[in-house]
């Protein structure tokens, strides 16, 4: 028992003392003369990636050859009650005698124009950041200088989609003794401080019982119990540098690939959700793609024209100041959208058809029940 006692007073006591932060304090850490340039004084600093060289002119498009390639069929009757079917059948609650049955008395037809402008950008964040030291070589100051940042090549992964990984910088790693066990391996447990037994919960350390007057079960009558915590050891491996004592600081390169996504629909007098619209599968009917586009000045729909206007200038505010962009994609696409007026056993109601798969919102559908299913 002397012996745990010992084993317990040799270690630090961080009963009471907070979690360590990512990084250990300012003045612990030497300051890596190849890396002044990259710290700074912070320990977490985000850096700005250099210009970029101007893109191609602006250029004039003709929309004709446009908008004649880029016709939608239209949607007869037919084609609207087969969608209602399909889509009442696909439902358990719908009965399909409505969709049947029912009366189309009349199809108001409207093609919309959705434009999207998609920017993939790159941002590079340096932060400190640490891991248990085993003894296996450091790739430090002494191996030579550090490169910047936006000069560290990697593999960029396909343009739009996103992906965010970690490097660590190369000769930026130094060897330091753990700061939150000062070194030990381990600190004191902070359930028993150190004694490796608590007073027995039951007795409250009274060795017996008082009603009736007997023993305590729970202790045997010595009044304590072992630790939970540390199960009776007395201290705790630390959980910083798991037991290494050492722990390896380094520079973490964090590179972070995002797809920013702007999105605008023209106006139409139907009242068809607009998440929907948003959603909805559409025919291309022009595609920008460049490391930089412009925006669209001379589209028949003025609406769509101020879209790429504000889309492209919202976008190059909100990341020339913090990421690089890859490229840029801009597309215009056709979407179909039809008002379905119909009548069933007197009463008047619509559904609508989008997108160019013939998707369909029901309003209000007439053979509607609940077959022991919640409807949300």
Same mark, same amino acid.
């Given at each position: 028992?002397?012996s745990?006692?010992s084993?317990a ?6 009963s ?7 990084a250990p304090?300012a003045?612990?850490?030497e ?6 340039w990259l710290?700074q004084?912070d ?5 700005f990636?250099p ?8 250029? *004039?498009?003709?929309? !004709? +050859?446009f $908008?004649?390639h880029?016709?939608v069929? @239209? ?5 609207a009650r ?5 889509f009442v059948?696909s ?5 399909s005698?409505?969709?049947t049955?029912?009366?189309i008395q009349?199809l ?10 998609e920017t993939?950008?790159e ?9 248990p ?6 790739d430090?100051p *002494?191996r030579?200088? !550090? +490169?910047r $940042?936006?000069?560290?090549e990697v593999? @960029?992964?396909?343009?739009?989609q996103?992906?965010t990984r970690?490097?660590q910088v190369p ?5 330091k003794?753990?700061h ?6 381990r600190y ?9 037994t608590?007073?027995c919960?039951?007795?409250s ?5 008082a009603?009736?007057a007997r023993?305590?079960?729970m202790?045997s009558?010595?009044g304590?119990?072992?630790c !939970?915590t ?5 201290n705790?491996?630390c959980?910083?540098?798991k ?7 380094f520079i973490?390169l964090v ?6 996504l702007?999105e ?8 068809c959700?607009?998440?929907l619209?948003?959603?909805a ?6 595609k920008?793609?460049n490391t930089?586009?412009?925006p ?12 790429s206007q ?6 190059n505010?909100?990341l020339a100041?913090?990421a690089?962009?890859?490229?840029q994609?801009?597309?215009?696409e056709l979407?179909p959208?039809t ?7 007197g009463?008047?109601?619509v559904?609508y058809?989008y997108?160019?798969?013939?998707r369909v919102?029901?309003?209000d559908?007439?053979e ?7 409807i949300?």
């Open positions: 028992m002397d745990d006692l084993d007073d040799s270690v630090g006591d961080l009471f003392e907070a979690e360590s932060p990512l304090p003045e612990l850490l300051r890596l003369p190849s890396c002044d710290l004084g320990r977490r600093q985000i850096f990636p210009l970029e060289a101007p893109g191609r002119p602006q250029e *004039q498009r003709c929309w !004709s +050859p $908008l004649e880029g016709r069929p @239209v949607v007869t009757e037919e084609v087969e969608a209602l079917l399909n059948n439902k358990c609650c719908y009965g005698a409505a969709a049955d029912l009366i009349e108001r037809q409207q093609t919309l124009c959705r434009y999207r402008l993939f950008s941002s590079r964040i340096s932060e400190w950041t640490f891991q030291f085993t003894n296996h070589s450091v430090g *002494q030579g200088t !550090s +490169p $940042l936006w000069d560290i593999q @960029v992964p396909p343009m739009f996103e992906d970690k490097f000769h930026s790693s130094l060897v003794e753990c939150r066990c000062h070194g030990r391996g004191r447990c902070s359930g028993c401080h150190g004694a490796s608590v007073r919960p039951s007795c350390g009274a060795k017996r019982k009603k009736p023993r305590c079960p202790c009558g010595s304590r119990q072992r !939970s540390c199960s009776g050891r007395g705790k491996t959980a910083t540098c037991g290494e004592k050492k722990l390896l600081h973490q590179i972070v690939w995002k797809n920013s702007f605008f629909v023209s106006e139409h007098q139907l009242d959700p607009g998440e619209l948003a959603k599968k559409g025919e291309t009917l022009f920008d793609e930089m586009v412009y669209i000045i001379d589209f028949p729909l003025r609406e769509i024209s101020l879209a504000r889309a492209i200038a919202e976008h505010a909100t100041s913090r690089r962009v890859l490229q994609r801009q597309t215009i979407v959208l008002e379905v007026r119909y009548s069933y056993r009463k008047t109601s559904y058809l997108g160019t798969d013939h919102h029901v309003v559908y007439p509607r029940y609940c077959c022991g299913c919640t949300i």
